[in-house]
């Protein structure tokens, strides 16, 4: 496989230094060898890279699923053959510890995870909104911390993840976790002053891209068509579309220009978006989500410190 590189500039990593932007789906070599991965919080998030992982090759004995619902746990234990422990056994016992929870509850979590691991375990969050600062500021001094990003495409390999370094991370420990959301799609490495409008467009985007197709479907369905029908087409042709987006490397308004004849009506169409505003309303949104992720940070600063 052909990895394609590019270059990231970080105030505290010294030169800038090139970053695979997806790796083969195989296990990554871990920061201590022999030890087990713990995944704290196996919601849907959680569960789907459990499932990634097993999938692209890694061993089910080397991950420990983490649920504060014991149920839960044991049923994704059950159905990947991995193994589960409570938070403070699975966080002695890792080499890496994943935290997928809702960002309300990291700062319940990060705490207790910082009680019990042992000196250079890695800490990746997909936490929502909740800064590398922050969770340094539970864990022990010297903890590398890694924020990311993904998106819910990754329940079928084809996900997104933004991958951000805190003050603490080296570079392998960017490769691990670059590694470690390649087995469950694409992903890269940003500043963390990007993340919050990373959580705008990719980590909410697949939302958004679904509800264009709702209202196509409906659509249809208002011309005409019998709804399954126009399930169909809808999809594939925003399957096909997207294919043909990525796989031609052509700029979207080509592309688009493409599909729009004078007079024809895919510009009669076009013609009613605009009037709309609807380019103008998307943009609006998604600088509302930023803004969300940004009030998500200091609400989880905030609880901290009164934690604290």
């Given at each position: 496989?052909?990895?394609?590189?590019?270059?990231?500039?970080?105030?505290?990593?010294?030169?800038?230094?090139?970053?695979?932007m997806s790796?083969?789906?195989?296990?990554?070599?871990?920061?201590?060898?022999?030890?087990?991965?713990?995944?704290?919080?196996?919601?849907?998030?959680?569960?789907?890279?459990?499932?990634?992982?097993?999938?692209?090759?890694?061993?089910?004995?080397?991950?420990?699923?983490?649920?504060?619902?014991?149920?839960?746990?044991?049923?994704?234990?059950?159905r990947y053959?991995?193994?589960?422990?409570?938070?403070?056994?699975?966080?002695?016992?890792?080499?890496?510890?994943?935290?997928?929870?809702?960002?309300?509850?990291?700062?319940?979590?990060?705490?207790?995870?910082?009680?019990?691991?042992?000196?250079?375990?890695?800490?990746?969050?997909?936490?929502?909104?909740?800064?590398?600062?922050?969770?340094?500021?539970?864990?022990?001094?010297?903890?590398?911390?890694?924020?990311?990003?993904?998106?819910?495409?990754?329940?079928?390999?084809?996900?997104?993840?933004?991958?951000?370094?805190?003050?603490?991370?080296?570079k392998e420990?960017?490769?691990?976790?670059?590694?470690?959301?390649?087995?469950?799609?694409?992903?890269?490495?940003?500043?963390?002053?990007?993340?919050?409008?990373?959580?705008?467009?990719?980590?909410?985007?697949?939302?958004?891209?679904?509800?264009?197709?709702?209202?196509?479907?409906?659509?249809?369905?208002?011309?005409?068509?019998?709804?399954?029908?126009?399930?169909?087409?809808?999809?594939?042709?925003?399957?096909?579309?997207?294919?043909?987006?990525?796989?031609?490397?052509?700029?979207?308004?080509?592309?688009?220009?493409?599909?729009?004849?004078?007079?024809?009506?895919?510009?009669?169409?076009?013609?009613?978006?605009?009037?709309?505003?609807?380019?103008?309303?998307?943009?609006?949104?998604?600088?509302?989500?930023?803004?969300?992720?940004?009030?998500?940070?200091?609400?989880?600063?905030?609880?901290?410190?009164?934690?604290?």
């Open positions: 496989m052909v990895l394609r590189l590019f270059r990231v500039a970080y105030p505290h990593s010294g030169p800038d230094y090139p970053v695979p790796t083969p789906a195989s296990a990554p070599s871990a920061p201590h060898q022999g030890l087990p991965l713990a995944v704290v919080g196996t919601g849907v998030m959680g569960e789907t890279l459990v499932a990634g992982l097993v999938r692209s090759g890694w061993k089910p004995q080397d991950i420990i699923a983490v649920d504060a619902m014991p149920e839960r746990m044991e049923q994704i234990a059950y053959g991995v193994n589960s422990a409570d938070l403070d056994k699975a966080a002695e016992q890792a080499n890496t510890v994943v935290v997928v929870v809702k960002p309300q509850d990291s700062t319940d979590v990060f705490p207790q995870v910082a009680k019990h691991i042992r000196p250079g375990t890695l800490i990746i969050s997909l936490c929502a909104g909740v800064t590398t600062q922050l969770i340094e500021s539970f864990m022990p001094e010297g903890t590398p911390v890694v924020r990311v990003m993904p998106n819910t495409p990754a329940r079928v390999d084809e996900g997104m993840a933004a991958v951000s370094p805190g003050v603490c991370a080296q420990h960017l490769k691990y976790a670059v590694d470690l959301l390649s087995a469950v799609g694409k992903a890269i490495v940003v500043p963390e002053r990007y993340q919050d409008a990373v959580t705008a467009i990719s980590g909410s985007g697949p939302a958004y891209l679904f509800f264009v197709v709702e209202a196509m479907i409906d659509a249809g369905v208002m011309l005409g068509l019998p709804r399954d029908t126009a399930t169909v087409l809808v999809n594939q042709t925003m399957y096909g579309s997207a294919k043909l987006l990525v796989e031609s490397g052509e700029h979207p308004t080509v592309l688009r220009e493409r599909v729009t004849s004078p007079g024809g009506t895919t510009a009669a169409a076009q013609r009613m978006l605009e009037e709309n505003k609807v380019k103008a309303a998307f943009m609006e949104a998604m600088e509302a989500a930023r803004d969300r992720s940004a009030a998500l940070a200091k609400k989880a600063a905030n609880r901290a410190a009164k934690l604290g």
